[in-house]
């Protein structure tokens, strides 16, 4: 998928069991990867396309997304490649060179928020970045801007119908997260780390069933990768998005823990 007006194309790159990477384009042949958790699809395709990695970026520190970054900076020959991710994962990031000390509750220009002044670039479409805790402490989301919201990469803090566990972070820190993805732009499409969409309008149906003619519409019309979705959609189905309060929204992700839907 391309966004609008950008010489980038986004796609989607299944890996494991049901995580995505995303391999981002440019015309040049020049390529990005956003949370890689395996090394091997992701230089299937660039071998496949004859393209040229030039950065890695993480959404967060788990393994099943950062697992295979070791494996594609060791299999380049580009001593410019760089790693991005949020400067609370220091530490945490394999091989991690550019760290982005991105704000709570607001996108900034990655420039901005980085201790070097050189932010993060893709063929001189800067990202922007925002710091979303409640899965990690270190979640960030990344954003390339874009006239109708932009493409925004959310990790494991906001799914298609879903959110992230609570590994780390609180209810508190997720649910303000959360309502920050939000309030972006409603045709914005948001680009999530797992293939979970089924299963969440399944735990979605059960807990608004005020929804559920919207969200069995949803439901029937499923392709085989849900990804990206938009943050119309989200305040649509999305019932953590929905949620009218802190307190609603932890006893949503409190049930969503036991469901077995």
């Not at 090394?39 to 040229?52: D, T, W």
């Not at 788990?62 to 380049?76: F, N, R, T, Y």
């Not at 982005?100 to 980085?114: H, R």
Request: aromatic share 8%.
């Amino acid at each position: 998928m391309q966004p609008s007006n950008s010489p980038l194309t986004i796609t989607p790159v299944p890996c494991l069991q049901d995580n995505y990477a995303y391999l981002i384009e440019h015309t040049s042949g020049d390529a990005w990867v956003v949370d890689p958790s395996e090394a091997a699809p992701v230089l299937a395709i660039l071998a496949q396309r004859r393209l040229r990695l030039r950065g890695i970026i993480a959404t967060h520190h788990h393994h099943d997304h950062v697992g295979g970054i070791a494996g594609l900076v060791a299999a380049s020959d580009d001593p410019q490649l760089w790693v991005a991710a949020h400067a609370h994962d220091s530490g945490r990031i394999p091989c991690l060179t550019r760290p982005i000390a991105a704000p709570l509750g607001a996108f900034t220009p990655t420039k901005g928020a980085s201790q070097d002044g050189r932010g993060v670039e893709l063929a001189g479409v800067e990202l922007w970045a925002m710091w979303i805790p409640g899965h990690t402490d270190g979640a960030i989301a990344w954003m390339i801007p874009g006239p109708d919201g932009g493409d925004v990469f959310t990790g494991d803090t906001l799914f298609a119908a879903g959110c992230g566990r609570l590994f780390e972070g609180t209810p508190a820190q997720m649910y303000s997260s959360l309502r920050a993805l939000a309030a972006l732009a409603p045709a914005t499409r948001l680009w999530f780390g797992h293939e979970y969409t089924a299963g969440n309008l399944r735990f979605a149906a059960v807990i608004e069933p005020d929804n559920s003619l919207e969200i069995t519409r949803a439901a029937a019309e499923l392709p085989a990768i849900t990804t990206p979705t938009t943050v119309a959609r989200e305040r649509a189905l999305n019932p953590f998005v929905r949620a009218a309060s802190l307190e609603e929204f932890a006893a949503r992700r409190a049930a969503k823990d036991t469901f077995r839907g």
